[in-house]
């Protein structure tokens, strides 16, 4: 991976994440943007891919028998000199918390929809949390080559529901059975098929214009009056393309495309290379700003993976480098333990295989094997002691008491429960009164997967009761203070995996009323977790 023109190699990198409702084609043009940059070398290969790794553990049935990708994970390409990361966002709206921190290490999103469908839940979601986070869209309508809406009304639904300006950047050519192909009208091009009508992307045609022979000798009449029509409509109607309103989070380009048929694939790339932005500054603690063009290196896990490989109790913490260039043995500061680490071995992921990182620089994401040492929010550095900020954990929605089966393994079950809490998945709550620890979920799904992962991995059997507790919120006081809080409401209060005083609340009633009786304190909804 090698820099072009003397710019400096991040420069070239481009970090990025696909957002989307379920089933609007995220897979499929994961696919299509991994082939086209030669990451893959047939279709098929990312769902192949998935099939081979749930195969290795039990706990991922779940993901095949949801049909939900449970675990995300990061694919590198490169073309045309540009270092495309990237990283898999999990679909299902249970896991918005691991989503969530997937995109604080991300520069740009696609957002795919369903061009019958607009705009759905998932998508919204998720697109409040780039919004949150003033990430650049860019917004792709999939499935052009079935019946859908019309252009149009996408257009002004992505406008509306989203607050956001759109800027079409290409048309589609009739949908459903009249599907031609795509005209970029903005470099005058026609991308169609060969042959018959509705077929994949074949080729790519120059024109001059609307009237150019290419377009009318083919496209029936009708389908030509009303891609006119959008085009003159959209010139007058929408926004401009402006590099600066995409780049604040405010504008949005919009293609329209096939990912089954490779319609809008190279141009969605191509956007990204001209116009996506190459790594952002990090916001870090004590007021400082991680530029990407510093000398020291520094990075944050964003994401921890345990078991990957059940037969070892390794796992892979997966680090986004927000600085400097990061060399293969280099020994980081881990903030967090105020310790130097050795990265002796780590790891490049690409869509068919992982190699080891010998550079890597901002942008890029390295796995760093590990003991568990590594959690999701740590920062390692070369430079000051300083944590990146902004992946908070949430206050979770869910609470359930463990019960477990079998009481010898008490141990196993603790271990198991701190992993799964280090990786982010969970969260842990040990009450100031009983033994039983209480665990904390932001959707539902999650608890099957701690059903699943403790069975399999550490060969303990736990199921949940329910507790009178609805939320959490992470007490921030003096000791005096809480000492008081814990007196008034022993039963309510619980340390945190970290050891940080949280108050469990029943509903917003209580959330109120002792809101009112500690005026001074505050109960956070999120916590920073550094
Ligand atoms: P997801 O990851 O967002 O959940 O969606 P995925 O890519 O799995 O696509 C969902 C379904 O939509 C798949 O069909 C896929 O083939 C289809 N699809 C994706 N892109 C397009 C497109 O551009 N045009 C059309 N017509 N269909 C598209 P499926 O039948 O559910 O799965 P499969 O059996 O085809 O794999």
Same mark, same amino acid.
């Given at each position: 991976?090698?820099?072009?023109?003397?710019?400096?190699?991040?420069?070239?990198r481009?970090?990025?994440?696909?957002?989307?409702?379920?089933?609007?084609?995220?897979?499929?043009?994961?696919e299509k943007?991994?082939?086209?940059?030669?990451?893959?070398?047939?279709?098929?290969?990312?769902?192949?891919?998935?099939?081979?790794?749930?195969?290795?553990?039990?706990?991922?049935k779940?993901?095949?028998?949801?049909?939900?990708?449970?675990?995300?994970?990061?694919?590198?390409?490169?073309?045309?000199?540009?270092?495309?990361?990237?990283?898999?966002?999990?679909?299902?709206?249970?896991?918005?918390?691991?989503?969530?921190?997937?995109?604080?290490?991300?520069?740009?999103?696609?957002?795919?929809?369903?061009?019958?469908?607009?705009?759905?839940?998932?998508?919204?979601k998720?697109?409040?949390?780039?919004?949150?986070?003033?990430?650049?869209?860019i917004?792709?309508v999939?499935?052009?080559?079935?019946?859908g809406?019309?252009?149009?009304?996408?257009?002004?639904?992505?406008?509306?529901?989203?607050?956001?300006?759109?800027?079409?950047?290409?048309?589609?050519?009739?949908?459903?059975?009249?599907?031609?192909?795509?005209?970029?009208?903005?470099?005058?091009?026609?991308?169609?098929?060969?042959?018959?009508?509705?077929?994949?992307?074949?080729q790519?045609?120059e024109?001059?214009?609307?009237?150019?022979?290419?377009?009318?000798d083919?496209?029936?009449?009708?389908?030509?009056?009303?891609?006119?029509?959008?085009?003159?409509?959209?010139?007058?109607?929408?926004?401009?393309?402006?590099?600066?309103?995409?780049?604040?989070?405010?504008?949005?380009?919009?293609?329209?495309?096939? &990912?089954?048929?490779?319609?809008?694939?190279?141009?969605?790339?191509?956007?990204?290379?001209?116009?996506?932005p190459?790594?952002?500054?990090?916001?870090?603690?004590?007021?400082?700003?991680?530029?990407?063009?510093?000398?020291?290196?520094?990075?944050?896990?964003?994401?921890?993976?345990?078991?990957m490989d059940?037969?070892?109790?390794?796992?892979?913490?997966f680090?986004?480098?927000?600085?400097?260039?990061?060399?293969?043995?280099?020994?980081?500061?881990?903030?967090?333990?105020?310790?130097?680490? &050795?990265?002796?071995?780590?790891?490049?992921?690409?869509?068919?295989?992982?190699?080891?990182?010998?550079?890597?620089?901002?942008?890029?994401?390295?796995?760093?094997?590990?003991?568990?040492?590594?959690?999701?929010?740590?920062?390692?550095?070369?430079?000051?002691?300083?944590?990146?900020?902004?992946?908070?954990?949430?206050?979770?929605?869910?609470?359930?008491?463990?019960?477990?089966?079998d009481?010898?393994?008490?141990?196993?079950?603790?271990?198991g429960?701190?992993?799964? &809490?280090?990786?982010?998945?969970v969260?842990?709550?040990?009450?100031?009164?009983?033994?039983?620890?209480?665990?904390?979920?932001?959707?539902?799904?999650?608890?099957?997967?701690?059903?699943?992962?403790?069975?399999?991995?550490?060969?303990?059997?736990?199921?949940?009761?329910?507790?009178?507790y609805?939320?959490?919120?992470?007490?921030?006081?003096?000791?005096?203070?809480?000492?008081?809080?814990?007196?008034?409401h022993?039963?309510?209060?619980?340390?945190?995996?970290?050891?940080?005083p949280?108050?469990?609340?029943?509903?917003?009633?209580?959330?109120?009323?002792?809101?009112?009786?500690?005026?001074?304190?505050?109960?956070?909804?999120?916590?920073?977790?550094?």
């Amino acid at each position: 991976m090698s820099s072009l023109n003397g710019k400096a190699p991040f420069q070239d990198r481009r970090t990025f994440a696909i957002i989307s409702h379920p089933d609007a084609g995220k897979t499929t043009l994961t696919e299509k943007l991994l082939l086209s940059g030669g990451a893959i070398r047939a279709a098929g290969q990312v769902r192949a891919r998935g099939e081979r790794r749930r195969a290795r553990s039990d706990w991922m049935k779940i993901e095949q028998e949801r049909g939900i990708s449970v675990s995300s994970s990061v694919m590198t390409f490169e073309r045309k000199g540009i270092v495309y990361n990237l990283l898999d966002t999990p679909g299902h709206e249970d896991f918005s918390e691991d989503t969530y921190r997937t995109l604080t290490a991300v520069d740009a999103a696609i957002m795919v929809i369903d061009a019958a469908k607009g705009i759905e839940t998932q998508t919204r979601k998720l697109f409040e949390v780039c919004r949150l986070r003033d990430i650049p869209i860019i917004t792709f309508v999939n499935k052009i080559d079935r019946e859908g809406r019309h252009a149009l009304e996408i257009l002004d639904e992505v406008q509306e529901a989203l607050a956001l300006d759109v800027s079409p950047q290409t048309w589609p050519v009739g949908m459903g059975s009249d599907f031609f192909g795509v005209y970029d009208w903005q470099k005058k091009k026609f991308h169609t098929s060969e042959g018959e009508r509705g077929g994949a992307f074949a080729q790519t045609k120059e024109v001059s214009g609307l009237d150019d022979g290419a377009l009318t000798d083919v496209v029936f009449d009708r389908i030509m009056e009303e891609l006119t029509e959008n085009v003159e409509l959209g010139a007058e109607g929408y926004a401009e393309f402006d590099q600066e309103s995409f780049l604040e989070g405010h504008l949005t380009p919009v293609f329209f495309g096939s &990912a089954l048929r490779d319609y809008g694939i190279e141009e969605i790339l191509d956007f990204i290379a001209d116009f996506a932005p190459a790594p952002h500054s990090q916001p870090a603690t004590g007021g400082r700003t991680i530029m990407p063009a510093e000398d020291k290196v520094t990075g944050f896990v964003f994401k921890v993976q345990a078991n990957m490989d059940p037969k070892h109790r390794d796992r892979i913490a997966f680090v986004r480098l927000c600085s400097g260039t990061f060399k293969r043995g280099m020994k980081l500061k881990h903030v967090r333990a105020n310790k130097q680490i &050795a990265v002796s071995a780590p790891i490049f992921f690409f869509a068919e295989e992982r190699e080891i990182a010998d550079l890597a620089y901002p942008g890029d994401v390295i796995g760093v094997p590990n003991h568990g040492q590594l959690r999701v929010g740590d920062t390692l550095t070369e430079g000051e002691n300083i944590h990146v900020t902004g992946l908070p954990a949430f206050a979770p929605e869910i609470l359930r008491r463990v019960r477990l089966s079998d009481t010898m393994r008490v141990k196993q079950m603790r271990q198991g429960l701190q992993d799964l &809490a280090e990786e982010g998945l969970v969260q842990i709550f040990k009450p100031d009164l009983g033994s039983n620890w209480i665990v904390g979920v932001v959707g539902a799904l999650q608890l099957d997967v701690v059903v699943d992962r403790l069975k399999a991995e550490y060969g303990t059997e736990i199921g949940f009761e329910t507790v009178p507790y609805s939320t959490a919120r992470w007490i921030e006081t003096d000791g005096q203070t809480l000492q008081k809080i814990i007196e008034g409401h022993r039963m309510s209060v619980a340390n945190d995996r970290d050891d940080k005083p949280v108050f469990l609340f029943k509903n917003a009633w209580e959330i109120g009323h002792v809101t009112e009786k500690f005026p001074d304190v505050t109960f956070r909804e999120t916590r920073e977790i550094v």
